[in-house]
């Protein structure tokens, strides 16, 4: 039987707003697997990224499990988990997030490094993968935002990962560019047979992965 790489059970969260407690997770059960490309959608605030960011180990549910590749995400030390997620998840975020001082390639190694492998050839290949071999010594404010974002996309698939999160990777960029990183990202996951989770309010874009899953009411349908 084909086992789900990533569930989630009963997941719950909420904030505060001055006296008032808002339910933002509301018992989203979801399977998610291997090999899948999965794109999440929602109104804006419907919760999108902090169940990402709970799938993805970097927020701790009030209720609920995640289970990663069937071990309890959350069950272990917060250490446990940063090295869980060095080695075995890829990030790519709207903002970028590359350091400022850091070139291409060393942007693309830095997961790599921290993992104490550093990585200069798989950086390279990656950094040639996505269009940008000849930029490898340029820092991040002599590229433009679709060539900051493929760095970004290099850099998650650097230590070889499992699963790669993406939050609105989009979001910073044009329509006809956010296509393309959107078209490169699937490629390289589909490529190197990896899972993908996607946070995106666009519709269009959405409808490009194995399954759409909605945010509503802080449940998931799809």
Do not use: W
């Amino acid at each position: 039987m084909n086992e789900p790489q990533l569930r989630a059970t009963g997941l719950r969260r909420s904030f505060r707003l001055a006296s008032r407690r808002i339910d933002v997770l509301r018992g989203i059960s979801l399977d998610i697997f291997h090999g899948e490309a999965i794109f999440l959608c929602g109104a804006s605030g419907a919760g999108k990224t902090t169940l990402l960011y709970t799938l993805a180990g970097l927020e701790r549910p009030e209720a609920g499990q995640v289970f990663f590749e069937g071990d309890e995400l959350y069950s272990g030390s917060e250490r446990t988990r940063t090295q869980l997620r060095n080695r075995k998840i890829g990030f790519v975020f709207q903002g970028y997030f590359l350091l400022p001082e850091l070139t291409a390639r060393e942007n693309v190694m830095l997961p790599s490094m921290i993992g104490g492998k550093p990585r200069t050839e798989m950086a390279e290949a990656l950094l040639n993968r996505v269009g940008l071999g000849e930029r490898l010594h340029h820092l991040p404010a002599e590229l433009s935002g679709g060539e900051q974002q493929r760095v970004a996309i290099a850099r998650a698939l650097v230590n070889d990962p499992a699963i790669i999160f993406a939050d609105e990777p989009t979001g910073n960029l044009d329509s006809k560019t956010g296509e393309g990183v959107v078209d490169l990202l699937l490629a390289l996951v589909r490529e190197k047979q990896k899972t993908l989770v996607v946070v995106t309010h666009d519709s269009n874009l959405a409808t490009r992965g194995d399954r759409r899953l909605e945010i509503r009411d802080g449940l998931v349908d799809g």
